[in-house]
């Protein structure tokens, strides 16, 4: 079964362009050729702004499941299809865009994701045992090295600019080697 869905799948995906003409001269035909421009730049702006306000509102509620300790799996994929539907509304064409505004309704994105997804996806987590929340990064925290060739310096190693005008004369860059040599004596 599985190896014939690659090639059916990539035959739907030769024809989809075929079956877009073929809707855009039935429905131009039926209501003229501006009504039909209008349709389908009204769909590009109805995916714009439904991504955005769908995408939006999904963050939050990832963050939500993120804070109660829960692996965010069904928002990650509710997200995926909410960004393919967004997509979908905004390549010109018919059968894309009722694709796309099917993908909108929440109940849709929960059938696909109850019936073909959900045993599926496996989400690899970063959850501490024992603590209440994901144990990830803040923003603007920045991870503990781990590279080895990092120089680690003591205060006394290095000097700010105004620090190092006043020790200008005692370093040994740029300066003669043979001065070097009687600071030394």
């Known amino acids: 079964m599985t190896k014939m869905l690659g090639p059916i799948s990539l035959l739907l995906f030769l024809a989809l362009p075929f079956v ?7 429905v131009g035909s039926e209501i003229g ?5 209008g349709l389908i730049v009204l769909s590009a702006v109805l995916g714009f702004s439904l991504l955005r306000r769908q995408g939006l509102s999904l963050l939050n509620q990832m963050k939500a499941e993120t804070a109660a300790g829960r692996a965010p799996q069904r928002e990650i994929i509710h997200g995926t299809l909410l960004i393919f539907a967004g997509i979908l509304l905004i390549i010109p064409g018919f059968l894309t865009d009722i694709i796309g505004l099917f993908l909108f309704i929440p109940f849709v994105r929960d059938l696909i994701w109850n019936r073909f997804l959900r045993n599926r996806v496996v989400m690899a987590t970063n959850f501490q045992a024992g603590s209440a929340g994901a144990s990830y990064q803040h923003y603007g925290q920045r991870p503990a090295p781990q590279d080895d060739d990092i120089i680690d310096l003591d205060p006394e190693d290095y000097s700010s600019s105004s620090d190092s005008n006043k020790k200008a004369n005692n370093s040994p860059w740029g300066t ?7 600071r030394r004596k």
């Open 33 to 37: 050729v501006l009504a039909t421009l």
């Open 20 to 26: 877009e003409i073929a809707g855009f001269v039935i």
């Open 176 to 182: 003669d080697p043979k001065e070097i040599e009687d």
